[in-house]
């Protein structure tokens, strides 16, 4: 049942501190990543050269935000693909190449077909799903369960913060056997990550004050999600949650990139969410959010709480619990999900079951 929630999505945003816990818990040993349990051998992070995410909609987008941790951690090649797109788009892999298949349901066609093509150009393939014993955990050689428990909500919110999880501990347990990594380097980056079960409450606890900043974009019709680096990967996620259930149109854009075209479309009535929680981007965002707040906008800002400074004096602002920087992306997300959640149940929509979607989509 709903456990007294009237929505499963709220239960589910609800729930996020417990399944991270139970992501991590038995892949934690001694403070180091451990995937022993799993089955997942070391050699798979060591013997790749580079990595190649495919998977759709919000798993695609825990994708971008480890495409980042890789590329600034691991310093590897490393790309994204749509999994619709992917065999399509002449993909450049062979057994040099890890296929990392992302996908809470395990069933869905798009990522199932992407992974029988990547092993048959002979990559290894690793799947991170939820539900088990599902097409594409059987179709891969290894799989990292996220452990989240039954998503029953459309709008995924758990699964892609586990899935995360999984990917920061598959990051410290690649960082660590490819010497990139010591030790204390290793155990200390874990130890963040199991601070995300504490941070999330935080979050959780001052819901209301996200329920006050969702009445300011209640009634917009278009609406933009601006942000730099992992800020912008968040702000993909964040605004295709906000389509999915407020119906709103919502797109993310990367900051920098606005001015090169759709600040065209800001004005009054377009509402603007930013997030701010990358410090060396900040200044760069910061010049951003005054461009659009100058061209009318009224702005959203999600910023992490050590660099709020005055802000609130000019903006709408809600503060992140402080996590280190490439780990903000947990708070952030709980954030946004509560924001789309509170448009959507404001407005009397059916939260759980959007029109048009189904949880699993089973046709390419
Ligand atoms: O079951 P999967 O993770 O493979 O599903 C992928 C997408 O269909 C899914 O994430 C979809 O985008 C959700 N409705 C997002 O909330």
Redesign the pocket.
Same mark, same amino acid.
């Given at each position: 049942g709903k456990n007294g929630y009237p929505f499963y999505m709220e239960k589910e945003i609800m729930e996020q501190p417990e399944a991270i816990e139970n992501t991590i818990k038995n892949r934690i040993v001694g403070g180091m990543p451990d995937f022993t349990a799993d089955g997942v051998p070391d050699t798979l992070f060591t013997e790749c050269e580079h990595i190649c995410i495919v *998977?759709?909609?919000?798993?695609?987008?825990a994708g971008l935000v480890a495409q980042a941790l890789v590329k600034s951690i691991l310093h590897m090649h490393i790309e994204v693909q749509m *999994?619709s797109e992917f065999m399509y788009s002449d993909p450049v892999i062979d057994e040099k190449t890890l296929v990392i298949a &992302?996908?809470?349901?395990? %069933?869905?066609i798009?990522?199932l077909e992407a992974v029988k093509y990547a092993k048959n150009r002979g990559a290894k393939c690793l799947a991170i799903?939820?539900?088990k014993g599902s097409s594409?955990a059987r179709e891969s050689d290894y799989v990292l369960y996220t452990n989240a428990g039954p998503e029953i909500?459309?709008?995924?919110?758990k *699964?892609?913060t586990t899935?995360l999880a999984v990917f920061y501990l598959i990051v410290a347990r690649m960082a660590h056997s490819r010497g990139v990594f010591d030790d204390a380097q290793t155990q200390s980056f874990v130890r963040e990550l199991q601070r995300t079960p504490e941070v999330m409450k935080k979050v959780l606890e001052r819901r209301r004050d996200i329920h006050v900043v969702a009445k300011k974009v209640l009634g917009a019709k278009d609406l933009f999600m601006i942000g730099r680096g992992l800020d912008y990967s968040i702000l993909l996620e964040g605004s295709? /949650?906000l389509k %999915?259930v407020s119906y709103i149109h919502s797109e993310a854009y990367a900051s920098g990139e606005l001015k090169h075209g759709p600040i065209a479309l800001i004005t009054q009535d377009t509402p603007v969410v930013a997030t701010v929680t990358q410090e060396k981007l900040m200044s760069k965002e910061l010049s951003n959010i005054k461009e659009v707040k100058s061209r009318g906008a009224d702005v959203v800002v999600f910023i992490k709480e050590s660099i709020v400074g005055d802000l609130a004096k000019e903006y709408e602002i809600f503060t992140l619990p402080d996590m280190q920087d490439e780990f903000m992306v947990l708070p952030a997300s709980v954030a946004l999900q509560l924001l789309a959640y509170y448009v959507s149940s404001d407005k009397g929509f059916d939260v759980d079951k959007?029109r048009n979607?189904? /949880?699993? &989509?089973t046709v390419e």
């Open positions: *998977a759709c909609g919000t798993a695609m987008h *999994a &992302v996908s809470q349901s395990g %069933e869905t798009d990522t799903i939820n539900v594409i909500a459309v709008a995924s919110t *699964a892609y899935q295709l /949650k %999915e959007p979607l189904a /949880k699993v &989509v």
